[in-house]
């Protein structure tokens, strides 16, 4: 049985699966993703493992920054409330009020 050429042609491996725009996605540099094995290539593997990791630290470093903000703000805030006495304004602004 011919199929289209000699028979000692290998069977072309299955194409990846199209998005909903109908394109396939552009592959990134470097190695592939998908090994012929079908498994994830080690160096891929590694490299979003490294990713990950460094994700992992930035969002980490984001939420304690964020964390020290919201507490010096919160200190800042409960002063504020705690303040007994009424707000002072700079003599120039008080002279300048109309009077009643």
């Known amino acids: 049985a011919a199929e289209g050429g000699s028979g000692s042609v290998p069977p072309s491996p299955p194409r990846p699966a199209s998005t909903a725009s109908g394109r396939r996605p552009k592959p990134g540099p470097g190695m592939a993703a998908v090994a012929p094995t079908g498994h994830p290539a080690p160096e891929w593997s590694h490299h979003l493992e490294a990713l990950q990791r460094d994700y992992s630290e ?39 009020l109309p009077s009643g």
């Open 58 to 96: 930035a969002l980490a470093s984001i939420e304690a920054r964020t964390g020290e903000r919201l507490a010096a703000l919160k200190q800042k805030l409960e002063a504020y409330e705690n303040y007994e006495l009424p707000p002072s304004y700079p003599p120039s602004d008080v002279e300048s």
